[in-house]
């Protein structure tokens, strides 16, 4: 039981600070300028499930032969607001990494929210990513699905289970069933497939790995492994354990991202 009140209209208490730096503002905070350096992609990002995305992508196209995915990789540091600076906000207006800026063309393009970035460097370089409607279509459910499901796991189970100061009933039992169903959605797909599209590795397999298969791994949320009973989900298992063998996989998880400062 708790003795929170709602009260009639919400206010925030500017004096109160968090670990995230979250406000109930967008835009930059100070004035920042962030390297570029001499390769066609310049990607600002850290090693957060989101960010090993993008990482695991790029050096995946390095190990299918891709000459021109040459990157420069720098570390926003989300702990220090590395993400509110004006330079990261031009890239991404929503102060989230990844964000990734291609010099190859004229114009520069930037490109933000790791889905997309996933998307831009399957379609420019031709990789893992199917030619048919119905193929294109089936991947884009479940790269949409990642999206949409995966906040649930983060900024749910993962927040009120390991980051909130204090432990509740409530909302680690409403977040661990979500997360549970999540990874029983992800097991039964994976029956009778080697992957998340069957035979074809692709970028929804990179896009789904860095959340549920490091959580299988016991790589997220402390011991939210065992919690979860993450390893009884047999099938979700073994697709986890294939990925991590991947030597472009296991690159972008040990990448070194360059400071900014």
């Given at each position: 039981m708790s003795d929170y009140t709602i009260p009639k209209i919400w206010e925030w208490h500017q004096n109160e600070k968090n670990q995230f730096g979250n406000q109930p503002v967008a835009g930059s905070r100070f004035e920042q300028k962030l390297p570029v350096g001499q390769q066609?992609?310049?990607?600002?990002?850290?090693?957060t499930p989101n960010g090993m995305k993008v990482a695991i992508m790029l050096e995946e196209l390095k190990e299918a032969g891709v000459k021109d995915a040459q990157y420069d990789l720098y570390k926003i540091n989300i702990g220090e607001g590395d993400q509110f600076g004006s330079d990261f906000v031009k890239i991404n207006p929503n102060s989230k990494i990844p964000a990734m800026v291609d010099y190859s063309h004229e114009e520069p393009i930037r490109v933000f929210?790791?889905?997309?970035?996933?998307?831009?460097l399957a379609d420019k370089f031709d990789k893992f990513i199917p030619h048919s409607l119905a193929e294109r279509t089936e991947l884009m459910n479940w790269?949409?699905?990642q999206t949409g499901a995966a906040p649930f796991v983060g900024g749910g189970f993962g927040h009120f289970y390991y980051y909130a100061p204090f432990a509740q009933e409530y909302p680690i039992d409403r977040y661990t069933m979500e997360t549970k169903r999540q990874l029983d959605l992800l097991d039964k797909h994976l029956a009778n497939k080697d992957f998340i599209m069957g035979d074809e590795y692709t970028i929804a397999d990179m896009t789904i790995w860095p959340w549920y298969g490091r959580l299988v791994q016991g790589e997220l949320y402390g011991d939210a492994d065992e919690f979860l009973k993450a390893k009884e989900y047999k099938n979700l298992k073994a697709w986890t354990d294939r990925i991590a063998q991947r030597p472009g996989v296991q690159r972008g998880i040990n990448v070194e991202y360059q400071a900014i400062k």
């Open positions: 066609p992609l310049q990607v600002y990002s850290l090693g929210e790791s889905a997309s970035i996933m998307l831009y790269l949409f699905w």
